[in-house]
T-cell receptor, first 116, second 112 residues
Framework: GAGVSQSPRYKVAKRGQDVALRCDPI?????LFWYQQALGQGPEFLTY????????KSGLPSDRFFAERPEGSVSTLKIQRTQQEDSAVYLC??????????????FGPGTRLTVL | GNSVTQMEGPVTLSEEAFLTINCTYT??????LFWYVQYPGEGLQLLLK?????DKGSNKGFEATYRKETTSFHLEKGSVQVSDSAVYFC???????????FGQGTRLTINP
């Protein structure tokens, strides 16, 4: 079956532009996560959904960042008025139903955002 | 807070060498521990995991043992191959939380 897909794979934006990044999780996966990975660093948590409910958005760096998952499947991460420090790879992950602490997260290939 | 520290990279080894990548953690609760691997051009993949002290996770010849007394989860492999070249991330997840907390990653290159 298909894994987590993300689009676009690469995005170049001029400073001040708005961008929207899409994530298609694995079918049937209830949980969906967004992470930000700066160059040479590990991924850092941004936000988490269970179905359509955004249960944790503590990692969003500013109010310019907004995520939604209106029907509990596809998710969009939107960044308004992009800044150069937003340049990073944005990773999406999904995990199946269940509350096990070791419930595996399956990662997509990421979207590389470059802000000029 | 919760954090993970990995040994600095990059690490370059010859084929069939012994590999150790160090990982230590700080956690406010009782964590589960993970190693993820990112092969060139691919997404992060779970390599192995351990959920309680003294557990050993293993996969593809890699092993790591959850050491609560030293707060460590070092990754080892007895004989590396060129195909093991990748970036390796140590991570933790606190009981009751959903998010993963990652280390900064260690780039491994294996030369034939």
């Amino acid at each position: 079956g298909a894994g987590v897909s993300q689009s676009p794979r690469y995005k170049v934006a001029k400073r001040g532009q708005d961008v929207a990044l899409r994530c298609d999780p694995i079918s049937g996966h209830v949980s969906l996560f967004w992470y930000q990975q700066a160059l040479g660093q590990g991924p850092e948590f941004l936000t988490y959904f269970q179905n359509e409910a955004q249960l944790d958005k503590s990692g969003l760096p500013s109010d310019r960042f907004f995520a939604e998952r209106p029907e509990g499947s596809v998710s969009t991460l939107k960044i308004q008025r992009t800044q150069q420090e937003d340049s990073a790879v944005y990773l999406c992950a999904s995990s199946p139903p269940g509350t096990g602490i070791y419930n595996e997260q399956f990662f997509g290939p990421g979207t590389r955002l470059t802000v000029l | 807070g919760n954090s993970v520290t990995q040994m600095e990279g990059p690490v370059t080894l010859s084929e069939e060498a012994f590999l150790t990548i160090n990982c230590t953690y700080t956690a406010t609760g009782y964590p589960s521990l993970f190693w993820y691997v990112q092969y060139p051009g691919e997404g992060l993949q779970l390599l192995l995991k351990a959920t309680k002290a003294d557990d050993k996770g293993s996969n593809k010849g890699f092993e790591a043992t959850y050491r609560k007394e030293t707060t460590s989860f070092h990754l080892e492999k007895g004989s590396v191959q060129v195909s093991d070249s990748a970036v390796y991330f140590c991570a933790l997840k606190i009981q009751g939380a959903q998010k993963l907390v990652f280390g900064q990653g260690t780039r491994l290159t294996i030369n034939p």
